[in-house]
Every structure is written in structure tokens, then in C-alpha cells.
């Protein structure tokens, strides 16, 4: 039976390919996509059991032999904050490193930038918001606070030699301001890109965007940072995980965050939901002709495994349907 799903799996993803090839839109939508898979971090951290160690080092190991090009493997922040990540030593110590494949932690301050370099992290990223009050009960501080805060860290960062990933929250929607205006959007993200981030992820933390806010938040943004240093990160709250981040797609980002099985949620943002499933994301970039590089058979198995862990329904509707069959 495991034998004749994958046939059909290989079939179906064959034949988008060759359909997308056939129309003249294929042109509009990058040729190749990074996909940064978030999984292991953003996924796992809302997560109320303690997950095993061991268990996370397996699922970042499965997450590799898919061909995953970036893992965020965990994140060095106060285990008196996000108890699930008190292992991140650990993880980053046990997890195989595969070549050409980066594994960036998320580092709150510059202590966890230091603890993150002593277990052997070869990239970084640190996150502000585009909402004061998000930003002052997420990380206690203003938004200019937090943009300096993190000058230290992109000091020693650049001395080392560690790229800085920066992320920006909330950047269609606060769960205490309400909308978010698209030139305050630029103005964080151009902060950050000048400090020296190498790529701006724009997440839609709460999952309220749809694909005409994205396009008007994405216009803005572009004006003050280079697309090519653009990423974006959709939750899927209202189901339009997909289709805002086609809509980045079409304005020329190449970057994209996502989730295994759709894991996820935000500790500080109450009714966000998962973000966008990765196998979902390889599915729909299988049929536009786009590569990513990744295994998606290999993906689903990850996928699984972690969902099994969890005692938990998969969110990826990829998987739900290649389950049916």
C-alpha cells in the first residue's frame, strides 16, 4: 500500500509540473525558492508536553534527508520563558549537520547569542515586531529598545563571522493593536535590514492577512529593502496561508517559512494557529515548476513521525489526502 501511494504521490506532482511548464504565468514566480523550515523552533515551542530530546533531534535528522536547504533547529532563550526549548544545547549537539544544509537558532539577547555560538550555531536570528504593544509583552521593550538591543549581538555576530536572520512580527495584524500599517512594516524592517540582517522574514503572526494585504504590505516594504533580502512567514489562523505567500511569490520573493505538518502558534499571540504546512508549500511549488530541492515523500515521513510523537492530526493537507489515499 506505502508503495502505491508514493507512485501516485510521484504522479501527481509529475503532472502539476508538467502543467505548470505549459503556461506562459510560470514566468512570474521565481525559479528557485529557499524554503526555511521552522518546524523544530516555532513549531515545537508552543507545545504544552515536554517533547524528549531525542525525539527533536530525530525530527531535525528526518527534516535533513528531505533536502530542507534551512532548519531552525531551536532557540536559545530563558527555559523560565519557553520551558519547551530548554534542551537547545543539546539539540544542537546531538542533531547530524549536513553539508549545505544551515541550522540557525533564534537568539532573544545577546546572552543567548553567546550560550547559541558555545553549542556550536554557525547562524542566528533575532525578532522585533511591528507592534509596540506586541513587542513591549512579547520582549518587555519598545520597538527602538529592541532594534538596539540587538546591535550587540550583530557586533560580536559580524566578528564571528555568524549571519544574523532577522524576523518581524505581526506585520498583517496585532492581537492587541488591531491592523498594522504597511509604512510601519518598512520602517522596522528597513531598521533591521541597516543594522545588518541579511534577510528580513515578515510574518503574519496572528494569521489575519490575505493576499490584498499582503500585496499592499509587500509594496511598501520593498521600497526600503532589496526583495531579494525578503522572506515572508504565514500562519494559517483563516486558511490564507498559501495564497498570501503565492501573492509574495508573484512580487519576487523567494523565501518562505514554514512548518512541518503545519506546527505551531505563537506563546504571546492567543488564537494564532499553526503556519503554513511545508509539505503543502512543496506540493503547490511542485506544480508552478519551482524548485526547492526537497524530498516531499521524505517530508511526509517527518511529518508523521512528529505527529505520532504528538498524539496529533497532521494540519498539512497534503498529507491528510495522501493518508485517504
Known sequence: MATVKKALLRRLVGSA???AVSTSSVGTFPKRVKIVEVGPRDGLQNEKNIIPTPMKIKL????SEAGLPVIEATSFVSPKWVPQMADHAEVMKGIQKFPGISYPVLTPN???FQAAVAAGAKEVA???AASELFSKRNINCS???SVRRFDEILKAARAASIPVRGYVSCVLGCPYEGKISP???A????KMYSVGCYEISLGDTIGVGTPGTMKDMLSAVMHEVPVAALAVHCHDTYGQALANTLMALQMGVSVVDSSVAGLGGCPYAHGASGNLATEDLVYMLAGLGVHTGVNLQKLLEAGAFICQALNRRTSSKVAQATCKL
Open 60 to 63: 531535525i535528522d528526518m527534516l
Open 183 to 185: 509604512a510601519k512594516v
Open 126 to 128: 533575532v525578532f522585533g
Open 187 to 190: 520602517e522596522v524592517a528597513k
Open 110 to 112: 545577546f546572552k543567548g
Open 17 to 19: 509540473s508538467l502543467r
Open 143 to 145: 520597538i527602538d529598545e
